[in-house]
């Protein structure tokens, strides 16, 4: 990717990522080497894990992500936000299952994929990527609309992002599905934040 990225700055040719603006337009800007590495590592680790899953049983399959899972979280735990990502990521390139059940397909939903994605947003609002947490929880909201923690992290990234109207809404259904004291004890602590701005 290194020499690949040279060569095409050479013959005066450009790379451009696309970023998503707080309004939900596209803004293009030039990709620097970095991002075109990243970009490329992240085809060659998808590539890696089907490769090494792929004649995997879904009880391996399973268990590997679990296991990829359970790794991110020692990691998170350990305050390494990006070690944790990473590791979340290669867990979620592991959820491809073929010719599940639709019985199957809901437990790697419910028990792994939302994990996983709930896991992601609260690093990306760990290392303030707040559009992405967004990205993540919308995900989640897709296939539970009514998770708390879901609601919870897009509500703060919203928050973040001066998107109070959206935040207000998000905080409001949480409000709905709230079933502890420590639940409550968010969604306070988030409205403080908002009534701050």
């Not at 350990?78 to 390139?93: F, H, I, M, P, Q």
């Not at 990527?129 to 923690?149: A, E, R």
Request: net charge negative; charged share 30%.
């Amino acid at each position: 990717a290194d020499k690949m990225y040279d060569i095409l700055a050479e013959s005066g040719c450009e790379i451009h990522s696309i970023k998503d603006t707080p309004g939900g337009d596209k803004r293009y800007e030039k990709a620097s080497k970095e991002q075109l590495v990243d970009t490329a590592n992240h085809v060659n680790e998808v590539a890696q894990v089907q490769e090494f899953l792929k004649d995997k049983t879904f009880e391996e399959r399973y268990e590997w992500v679990e296991q990829s899972k359970n790794e991110a979280n020692q990691y998170y735990a350990d305050k390494l936000y990006g070690k944790a990502l990473d590791k979340y990521l290669n867990a979620l390139y592991g959820l491809n299952f073929p010719d599940q059940t639709i019985e199957n397909e809901r437990k790697v939903n419910f028990e792994l994929k939302v994990p996983l994605l709930n896991n992601m947003s609260i690093c990306l609002l760990k290392v303030k990527q707040y559009q992405k947490v967004i990205s993540m929880t919308d995900q989640v909201l897709l296939i539970d609309p009514d998770n708390f923690k879901a609601l919870i992290r897009r509500a703060s990234a919203h928050l973040e992002l001066g998107n109070f109207s959206e935040a207000k809404e998000t905080l409001t259904k949480a409000k709905r599905l709230a079933k502890s004291k420590e639940d409550g004890k968010t969604i306070a602590e988030i409205k403080q934040n908002y009534e701050k701005c």
